[in-house]
């Protein structure tokens, strides 16, 4: 792939990638979304405007969503339903506390006919089950710098194919 280049580089034990542009970013969450399967959960690290949601974009589109992807900031999650799938876009941002975790049910989104995507994952902490893939951006310059890293035997699947899907 053109634009973007991979570094095994180990203090983060992830695969490293660097995107000049917002068009290599959604072409890579494209191949991304070819190795997700309903039953996983993403972490999306990173400051405001790192990308996050560009990269929700990318995956959703990727999954055959042709609509609008709007960013969950103010209502904490947008749902999408793609054929027989369920999307979750979570961003904890405005995340206050348990109750409202509770009181939203956001417990049961997390379930085997469900891909979820949280963004700040970090607000939300121990309430969330553990991530799958998780990815931190990073703006360096006008570009993205990306970090995916597996923390299941799932993930690690899913970075098995990624590494496939771009013939690394
Ligand atoms: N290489 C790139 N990849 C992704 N976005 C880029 C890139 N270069 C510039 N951008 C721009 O950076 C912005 C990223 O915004 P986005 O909403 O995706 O960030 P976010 O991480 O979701 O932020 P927030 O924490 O506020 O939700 C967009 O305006 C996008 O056009
Ligand atoms: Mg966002």
Known sequence: ????????????????????????????????????????????????????????????????????????????VEIYKISRLYLYHFDFYRFNDRYEWEEAGFREYFNPDSICIVEWPEKAGDLLPTADIQIFLEIVDSGRRLVIRAGTDTGNQCLEKLKNQIHM
């Open 1 to 76: 792939m053109h634009s973007t280049h991979f570094t095994d580089s180990k203090p983060e034990s992830g695969l490293h990638f660097d995107f000049a542009d917002e068009t290599s970013l959604l072409n890579w969450a494209g191949k991304l979304a070819s190795c997700l399967h309903a039953g996983m959960t993403i972490h999306l690290s990173g400051t405001l405007g790192a990308g996050k949601t560009t990269l929700t974009r990318g995956i959703l589109h990727g999954l055959g969503h042709t609509h609008h992807v709007r960013s969950p900031t103010y209502n904490l």
